[in-house]
C-alpha cells in the first residue's frame, strides 16, 4: 500500500480514471452493439444512425486516450463497411448489376 502522500493521492486519481475509462468503453460497447442489431435486423436507417452514433462514441474516447486512434478507426472502418455493404445489397437497382452474364471457365494450358 502506497505510504507517501503523493502515492496516495496518485492512487486516488487513478481510481477515478479507471471508473471514468471504464463507463466510457461500456458507452462505446453498447453503440457498436446497437449497429450490429441493426445489421442483423437488415434496418438500414436504423444501421445508419446507430452507426453515426457509435462514431462518435469511439471518437471521443479515443481523443481522452482511453483507446488507440488505431483501434477507434478499425472498428469505425468495419462497422462502415458493413453498413454499406446492407445498403447495397438491400437497393433494387444493384442485384440487376450484379447479376450479370455466367462466368466461364478459364481454359487450361495443357501441353
Same mark, same amino acid.
Do not use: C
Given at each position: 500500500?502506497?505510504?507517501?502522500?503523493?502515492?496516495?493521492?496518485?492512487?486516488?486519481?487513478?481510481?477515478?480514471?479507471?471508473?471514468?475509462?471504464?463507463?466510457?468503453?461500456?458507452?462505446?460497447?453498447?453503440?457498436? $452493439?446497437?449497429? *450490429? =442489431?441493426?445489421?442483423?435486423?437488415? &434496418?438500414?436507417?436504423?444501421? +445508419?444512425?446507430?452507426?453515426? /452514433? @457509435?462514431?462518435?462514441?469511439?471518437?471521443?474516447?479515443?481523443?481522452?486516450?482511453?483507446?488507440?486512434?488505431?483501434?477507434?478507426?478499425? $472498428?469505425?472502418? *468495419? =462497422?462502415?463497411?458493413?453498413?454499406? &455493404?446492407?445498403?447495397?445489397? +438491400?437497393?433494387?437497382?444493384? /442485384? @440487376?448489376?450484379?447479376?450479370?452474364?455466367?462466368?466461364?471457365?478459364?481454359?487450361?494450358?495443357?501441353?
Amino acid at each position: 500500500m502506497a505510504t507517501h502522500k503523493s502515492a496516495i493521492k496518485r492512487g486516488r486519481q487513478s481510481k477515478g480514471r479507471r471508473l471514468r475509462n471504464i463507463a466510457y468503453k461500456t458507452k462505446a460497447k453498447t453503440a457498436i $452493439k446497437e449497429v *450490429r =442489431l441493426a445489421i442483423a435486423d437488415k &434496418k438500414i436507417e436504423d444501421a +445508419s444512425l446507430s452507426l453515426r /452514433k @457509435a462514431t462518435s462514441a469511439l471518437q471521443r474516447i479515443q481523443s481522452k486516450g482511453v483507446i488507440h486512434k488505431n483501434t477507434a478507426s478499425r $472498428k469505425i472502418s *468495419r =462497422l462502415t463497411l458493413q453498413v454499406n &455493404k446492407l445498403a447495397a445489397m +438491400s437497393s433494387p437497382g444493384n /442485384k @440487376a448489376e450484379k447479376s450479370g452474364p455466367p462466368k466461364q471457365d478459364r481454359p487450361s494450358h495443357q501441353t
